[in-house]
């Protein structure tokens, strides 16, 4: 069993910058596929970006490419979604998650484990 614990949201202004970190704590880190995803107020879920568990293969939702970075430390089990230039239309509660898959995923079933996510909101 993975437990994934996700902090440094808050409050931010538009085109500002915020960095989420993921701690994991169970389980082999450096063997899961990390993904983010968000929530936004009376929206599904959706899929922000993911990383593979080698670091070798990232990608991105089109509406964060080139603002948003996903980087991960394997000595410290952890993941990091550092966002910049960010837009009211980011605010959301943002989730990590952890799947066993080798390659990194935009599929919700694709990742076995869930944090229980960190309000960020973004003011214009």
């Known amino acids: 069993q993975v437990q994934l614990a996700e902090s440094g949201g808050g409050l931010v202004q538009a085109g500002g910058s915020l960095r989420l970190s993921c701690a994991a704590s169970?389980?082999?880190?450096?063997?899961?596929?990390m993904g983010w995803f968000r929530q936004a107020p009376g929206k599904e879920r959706e899929f922000v970006g993911a990383i593979s568990w080698i670091s070798t293969n990232s990608f991105y939702a089109d509406s964060v490419k080139g603002r948003f970075t996903i980087s991960r430390d394997n000595a410290k089990n952890t993941v990091n979604l550092q966002m910049n230039n960010m837009k009211s239309a980011d605010t959301a509660v943002y989730y990590c998650?952890?799947?066993?898959?080798?390659?990194?995923?935009?599929?919700?079933?694709?990742?076995?484990?869930w944090g229980q996510g960190t309000q960020v909101t973004v003011s214009s």
């Open positions: 998650a952890a799947g066993s898959r080798v390659v990194a995923s935009l599929s919700q079933s694709d990742y076995a484990y």
């Open positions: 169970g389980g082999t880190f450096s063997r899961y596929t």
